[in-house]
């Protein structure tokens, strides 16, 4: 019995060593000698859009509810068709809203008087090749597509520049801190620590887009332009 008590005690001996050593390293932060500086400092970079969203969509208005629905089956059958003609993934078409709703013909001191039916189908489509997305769109215009809206430009995989705004950020939290360092007579010895306090990526600006076959002819043409992708950082430095 005394040999086990023994034994218990020098287990525990040597389980206290480990942990009164990690709590004597974990104690070794050096406290701040000098003079904290706080900044914050914004990267920026510039990048052309490289995706299409556009909203492409049949509307059809018939005196029943189901002449509606087929009429606008077969017409949105024929975009359908003509995306995957132009080479668009499935993956990149994706239905957004069905819809259908009676019409009716208001008079005054009359009760409405129903017309028909207005069926809608309106799908969202991803265009990886911005150069042929406007000859694309006039091709769902002539299969009978009546409602267009976009395009909504944006950057397929924006992590890349984000990393790349990231660098630049950091980079001028820097070049700032040595200035007011010089200013004051001092210099960084230091940083305590650096924080991600916002990340800026322009949404999709979305233009509106109409036509019918009985406009022009004129080809329709899309300029992707430039983003900017902003990312903004806090520094903390020590000077002395």
Not at 3 to 17: C, K, P
Not at 49 to 62: C, H, K, N, R, Y
Not at 97 to 126: C, F, H, M, W
Request: proline share 5%; glycine share 6%.
């Amino acid at each position: 019995m005394k040999n086990l008590i023994l034994s218990s005690v020098a287990m525990a001996l040597a389980m206290a060593v480990p942990t009164a050593a990690t709590a004597q390293g974990a104690a070794t932060v050096q406290p701040l000698a000098g003079t904290r500086l706080d900044v914050s400092a914004t990267g920026e970079v510039s990048r052309v859009p490289d995706l299409a969203i556009i909203s492409a969509g049949v509307q059809t208005l018939q005196p029943t509810a189901t002449a509606a629905i087929e009429e606008n089956a077969t017409r949105m059958e024929r975009v359908r068709a003509a995306l995957k003609r132009a080479g668009i993934a499935d993956k990149d078409i994706q239905t957004s809203s069905i819809s259908l709703n009676p019409e009716y013909r208001y008079a005054e001191n009359q009760p409405p008087v129903l017309t028909g039916y207005r069926a809608s189908n309106t799908v969202n489509v991803k265009f990886r090749d911005l150069k042929r997305s406007g000859a694309i769109l006039d091709a769902l215009v002539r299969e009978g597509a009546n409602q267009l809206n976009g395009p909504s430009l944006t950057i397929d995989k924006p992590e890349e520049a984000y990393d790349e705004a990231r660098v630049k950020a950091i980079a001028v939290g820097q070049r700032r801190a040595e200035l007011y360092a010089r200013a004051l007579g001092k210099r960084v010895v230091r940083i305590l620590s650096i924080s991600e306090s916002g990340a800026s990526f322009p949404g999709p600006m979305p233009v509106a887009y109409a036509r019918d076959s009985a406009m022009s002819v004129a080809k329709t043409e899309i300029s992707p332009g430039t983003q900017d992708i902003q990312v903004n950082v806090s520094m903390s430095f020590e000077l002395q």
